[in-house]
């Protein structure tokens, strides 16, 4: 049986496996859609070892290739696809988004990128699975069931103050029509406020993008009170000792998503972190930088 340590959420993640022993992760209200299959992986299913072990989806952090593809294609087969349909991120906390269409196919599996710098993926194009990758970074998955249309997007503390998430409903927007109003989106497993301290330097570029938020953190002090303590307060950060503060990215995002014009009721935010469940998914964190790479997968069917 696997022990989950679950925060407060507003979208429960539900873990599946696979006939193929890959365990997995899937939100509701994006299956409900009806025209999406997706998941957020585990550690758990894959043939890596040591660090990596066991469902490691990075070719650049140390693992065997060889591992890597088999773990590829166990997570191609969890979604009725092949790792030919696969198309990669080239994460560097940018807010650049890729419309991505059947040309791509296979980017960043079978063949090379031939495109840098993009951490968001847009598609109207069925049977396509665009792929993301995290360690303790947001996953933000965006369904628009009116025009068929996907975006999946990586969201550190860097492109949570670029907003990443506004800009990907734009761009779907200004590429397919869509409608922020017709959006179901998903904040996915990642690091919560409890396990991110982030210094002073972060939080004044968070000062900038969030200046209501701002106005409330300086107001109210919580010296080194945890979140599930804080009752129906959500700062998006508060201090703990000189110069340290505990940032919130999924109270970000989902700000985002609503200031994108997302309704609240359509978005779920995740009830799991990264660095709490360490056994179940990789943390940069929790294991100093000693991991391989989660995967956020989604496609049209």
Avoid at 38 to 65: C, P, Q, W
Avoid at 77 to 100: F, G, N, P
Avoid at 201 to 208: G, M, Q, S, Y
Avoid at 231 to 246: A, D, E, F, I, S
Wanted: with cysteine; charged share 30%; net charge neutral.
């Amino acid at each position: 049986m696997i022990k989950m340590q679950r925060k407060e959420g507003q979208g429960v993640c539900r873990l599946r496996k696979a006939e193929n022993g890959v365990t997995y992760l899937t939100f509701p209200g994006l299956e409900r859609t009806g025209v999406v299959r997706h998941l957020f992986s585990t550690r758990m299913g894959g043939v890596s070892e040591g660090i990596y072990a066991s469902m490691n989806l990075s070719y650049t952090r140390g693992d065997e290739k060889e591992a890597v593809d088999e773990n590829y294609h166990r997570i191609a087969a969890c979604l009725d696809s092949k790792v030919e349909d696969m198309v990669c991120s080239d994460q560097t906390h940018t807010d650049h988004i890729r419309l991505v269409t059947a040309e791509d196919k296979g980017k960043g599996v079978i063949r090379p990128k031939d495109y840098r710098d993009v951490d968001g993926l847009i598609t109207q194009e069925k049977g396509i699975v665009l792929c993301t990758f995290y360690a303790d970074c947001v996953p933000l998955f965006f369904v628009d069931p009116v025009k068929k249309a996907i975006g999946l997007s990586h969201s550190g503390w860097r492109g949570t103050v670029q907003k990443i998430g506004k800009k990907t409903v734009e761009e779907m927007g200004k590429a397919f029509g869509t409608d922020p109003k017709d959006v179901r989106a998903a904040i996915g497993p990642s690091i919560c406020q409890d396990c991110y301290e982030v210094s002073e330097d972060v939080i004044e570029e968070f000062r900038k993008a969030f200046p209501e938020a701002a106005a409330g953190a300086e107001s109210l002090e919580f010296p080194g009170l945890r979140s599930e303590s804080r009752g129906r307060v959500r700062l998006l950060w508060y201090p703990t000792k000189p110069g340290k503060y505990q940032l919130d990215l999924w109270e970000a995002n989902r700000q985002i998503m609503l200031e994108a014009g997302i309704p609240e009721t359509q978005i779920e935010v995740t009830d799991l972190c990264t660095c709490c469940n360490p056994d179940l998914l990789f943390s940069h964190r929790a294991s100093h930088g000693k991991r391989g790479n989660l995967g956020a997968f989604m496609k049209l069917v």
